[in-house]
């Protein structure tokens, strides 16, 4: 398997150099020149595999040659006995109130409680294979909105050759999600809260990652969604999903509470390599820009606003790029002109043949915060379940939207313990906490206070990589 850029002017290479590399030289990102293909036989083994097995066979071909395939399936195994579920990502049904033949797909049962455990937890210990193989180090430099930093942050504590810096909004993480990234005593951990919003601690990631000198002098590394690994470990609970709910030839719609594009992106891979997908539904809250040019063909740039989904308060998607590369027909210089326009002009027209592409396979729904509330609400009243705020999101998306019969799956992308104020406002009940969160209380934070300015997080970089 070899991997090419989305903008066509940086080396081709194989997943060892992708993990590590994170953004392409130039500036694009990293996707397989070809999507490998599973079987209707692999599709049907799959229900009677472990979560584990059918990872290991779902991702062999993606980190081929760099990683023998026993090693893989040794840091799988490891990733998900972290997971507090036996199945690792469980399935439950909804009441028909909701919509007939809807389920929820609990992607939060890993360490940190939210979805992105499901791909940290490997990531972690690939980054750490492949850096012992080499024998080097590196730096993690990454932006959260929330849930990432808390799931790098516990991947990667303790791990030898990696430092990991984590960039976080100022005050726009709940409480939750700060201390699960504040209160890690590990030396090899470094938080820093920017005075602005998400985008900007993705920009300036990104512009640490456009300064080659800077990047290679200290060996800068990404785990944010950019990184191809996650959107690999993340196609597998598709197929775990539709083995569980539908016949290997059975069609099954998903809709995904989405910010970077990186969950659902998973799920149109994995309809590329077999798996048959009727409708990948992009649920967005009040942040819509997805919805917007999903409607109208326009990709414009609004101002953030913040919401009870912060995971999702983003304006910038960057693993769209990724979809419009493959919908263009991986065309590289229509591509790098388009993200030219859209970073000077804040606005992108789809041409005509990829926005008809684009609407061929996705659906998308915007939800508001009042729907959002209502949503935790009722499905609390009728079936006495909690959904935090980004699956609520995904939910009433689903509800808005004709998906005509098949199943739907619903991503339920956090606990909602992990934001009780809004789960306990909307439904006058708290949600059962797990006792990881409750010790969260008791412990001391370390984070430092930065503005939102490239020199001073350089500076802060330089200090921890040297
Ligand atoms: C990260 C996150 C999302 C958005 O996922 P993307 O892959 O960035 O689209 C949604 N919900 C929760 C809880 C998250 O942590």
Known sequence: MRYESTRGKAPVLEFGDVLLAGLAEDGGLYVPTEFPRLTPADLRS????SYSDVATRVLAPFVSPSIENDDLGAMIEESYATFQHPEVVPVRPL???IGEDRHLVELF???????KDVALQLLGRLFEHELSRRDTTVTIVGATSGDTGSAAIEACRDRDGIDLVMLHPRGRVSEVQRRQMTTVASTNIHNVAIEGTFDDCQDLVKAMFADL??????RLAAVNSINWARVAAQT??????ASKLVSPNERISFCVPTGNFGNIFAGYIAAQMGLPVHRLVIASNHNDILTRAHASGIMEIQEVEPSTSPAMDIQVSSNFERLLFDLSGKDASWLRDAMQEFRSNGSLTLEPPVLERLRNFFDAGTATEQEVAKTIAQVHSTQQQFLDPHTAVGVNVARQIDLGNAPVAIMATAHPAKFEAVVKEATGVAPPQ?????ALGDKPERCADLPNDLTSVMEFVLGVSE
């Open 46 to 49: 799959f229900a009677e595999m």
């Open 95 to 97: 009441t028909s109130e």
């Open 109 to 115: 049962w890993g360490p940190t409680f939210s979805f």
């Open 213 to 218: 000198q800077f990047r290679e002098q200290h």
């Open 236 to 241: 597998v609970y598709y197929f775990t999903t």
């Open 434 to 438: 797990p006792e990881e969160i409750t």
